[in-house]
């Protein structure tokens, strides 16, 4: 062969590897919400492992980060809807770039250890736990499981948690990816698809199969873990989407058009009740920002949402913004508002989203975009769950984004919460997917707790989901309206909430120390004499 032949065939190849593991990212995308299509991302993982096998750390990194920009530059395009293209940009390469890490660790397992996409499995967890962490208490996004909500691998949710379910998902990928090898070997090489010689053969290829397989076979196992709720004792418990005056970072330009507003809707509610078309609820869900005039502060403001209460003759969990002691600071709460006693428990958001809700080294960053101040009150965090017993109900209040953190669902649910409530704004985000990303995630939470999830949001998707993942019933963007559900108030608890968290820690560490095991092994035996 020419020697300008022979230098071109590692570009080449290089290259193709490239536009794979980019595929390979695409595919994962497509399988988000709004979409329904739960294989794409085994497609996706798959294709990555076509692309990382066999590679070194360096290039397994760099071909992770092609993944990742695929993954992540379409999935969070919602991010500068309204503040331009930077912020969107920053975010999306940031969480590419912690996507390399993982994908360094799967190439020098595919070289080192046997069953190799078992390793490349707990290798993506690894860096989705990463990405939970990390940069500024995480932002785990895009968790492969939230792909997973109408898929035959949900009830994993139930058994094994989050990260286990996003196992399962990567590893049926990654053994598909091995398998897929397998057969191209064979066919290139007359039938010898072994790792050294044919006899290996039959052994990596049933083995790959096995892999498949086993998430599936696992996936029909845990469906008697799931709840669904019957049996339990119920409370019918409203939603209130009060809709706001219009879409976009000014959609509360108007703070007390949009609590009248609400307050409003709970009028409606309150005439279906006496004309006999709606059950009276125990207790109402207003969602996050529905007051974003300090209730504590402003008389006007109390006075509305006590009318609302009175009006409808039950407690209310309003979403407001107050004021903190510090100037320049403010709490994102939930405030359980009694028709009779007025303002009683909070619960104060635990996690404000960075650069949204508040900007760490404001200085920093202003240096590259002048859009930090358009934060001008940096949010404050809590320190305690949101457990909350609104008229003898125990609930957990987890606020907006808070539902994508494993961490602080499985608080308020050790913490005795029998339902689940999602206070929420979406209006920032106008007619984006980012609204149906979240009801995708509080699916598989629904699964994963085993607990009714109610989402409350100020301009949709406001939605009842039942505790098997299913939607019972939703309220359109950008539309006014209420929802009455009888809900199931559920004490038993999942394995999926006892095993979730060490589940996590078990599958992130076990793919760097099963790569050090090895190698420690292989040198000491290349050290003994005659080696």
């Not at 492992?49 to 920009?69: D, E, I």
């Not at 002691?325 to 958001?349: E, F, H, L, S």
């Not at 994508?404 to 308020?412: K, N, S, Y």
Request: glycine share 12%; hydrophobic share 50%.
């Amino acid at each position: 062969m020419p020697l300008r032949a022979r230098a071109a065939t590692p570009t080449r190849v290089g290259l193709l590897r490239l536009c794979t593991a980019a595929a390979g990212g695409l595919a994962v995308f497509g399988g988000y919400a709004p979409s329904t299509r739960w294989w794409l991302p085994i497609v996706g993982f798959a294709l990555l492992a076509l692309a990382v096998r066999g590679r070194g750390w360096r290039s397994a990194a760099g071909l992770g980060f092609a993944f990742g920009c695929l993954q992540f530059l379409p999935l969070l395009g919602w991010t500068g809807i309204y503040v331009g293209s930077g912020p969107w940009l920053a975010l999306a390469i940031a969480e590419a770039l912690l996507v390399a890490p993982a994908t360094a660790l799967m190439g020098p397992a595919s070289r080192r250890l046997p069953a190799w996409p078992l390793w490349a499995a707990c290798a993506w967890v690894g860096g989705e736990t990463l990405r939970a962490l990390f940069p500024f208490g995480g932002f785990p996004w895009g968790t492969v499981a939230f792909t997973q909500p109408d898929g035959p691998l949900l009830p994993l949710a139930a058994v094994v948690g989050e990260s286990g379910l996003s196992f399962a998902v990567a590893l049926a990928g990654f053994a598909i990816g091995e398998l897929g090898h397998l057969v191209w070997r064979a066919v290139r090489h007359g039938g010898s698809a072994g790792y050294d010689t044919g006899r290996w053969a039959p052994m990596t290829a049933w083995l790959a199969i096995g892999l498949i397989a086993l998430p599936f076979l696992a996936g029909l196992a845990a469906l008697p873990a799931v709840q669904a709720g019957a049996g339990a004792p119920t409370a019918p418990i409203a939603v209130i989407q009060g809709n706001v005056p219009e879409p976009g970072l000014e959609f509360n330009a108007r703070r007390r058009a949009v609590l009248d507003m609400h307050a409003a809707e709970t009028e409606k509610l309150a005439e279906a009740v006496e004309s006999g078309t709606a059950t009276r609820p125990r207790l109402v869900i207003w969602p996050e920002n529905s007051s974003d005039i300090d209730p504590y502060r402003n008389p006007d403001a109390a006075e509305v949402i006590s009318g609302a209460a009175r009006r409808i003759g039950v407690p209310i969990l309003v979403g407001a913004v107050t004021l903190a002691d510090r100037p320049g600071y403010v709490y994102n709460k939930g405030i359980v508002w009694d028709p009779v006693t007025g303002p009683g428990q909070t619960y104060t958001k635990r996690h404000p989203v960075p650069f949204a809700e508040y900007i760490p080294w404001r200085g920093f960053f202003r240096m590259f975009s002048s859009k930090v101040d358009l934060v001008t009150s940096d949010f404050l965090p809590g320190d305690v769950p949101g457990n909350l017993t609104i008229a003898g109900v125990p609930i957990g209040d987890v606020i907006c984004f808070e539902v994508v953190e494993d961490p602080l669902v499985r608080d308020v649910v050790t913490g005795g919460a029998q339902v689940i409530v999602v206070q929420t704004n979406n209006a920032t985000f106008g007619f984006t997917n980012e609204t149906y990303q979240q009801q995708a995630m509080s699916r598989v939470r629904a699964v994963e707790y085993g607990r009714e999830v109610l989402i409350a949001a100020t301009s949709g998707v406001s939605a009842v989901i039942r505790p098997d993942g299913t939607v019972e019933s939703t309220i359109g963007l950008f539309t006014a309206g209420y929802r009455v559900a009888d809900v199931p108030l559920i004490d038993a608890t999942t394995p999926g909430t006892v095993l979730g968290a060490p589940i996590r820690w078990v599958l992130t560490v076990a793919c760097p120390l099963a790569l050090f095991g090895a190698l420690a092994i292989s040198r000491r035996r290349t050290s003994r004499p005659g080696a």
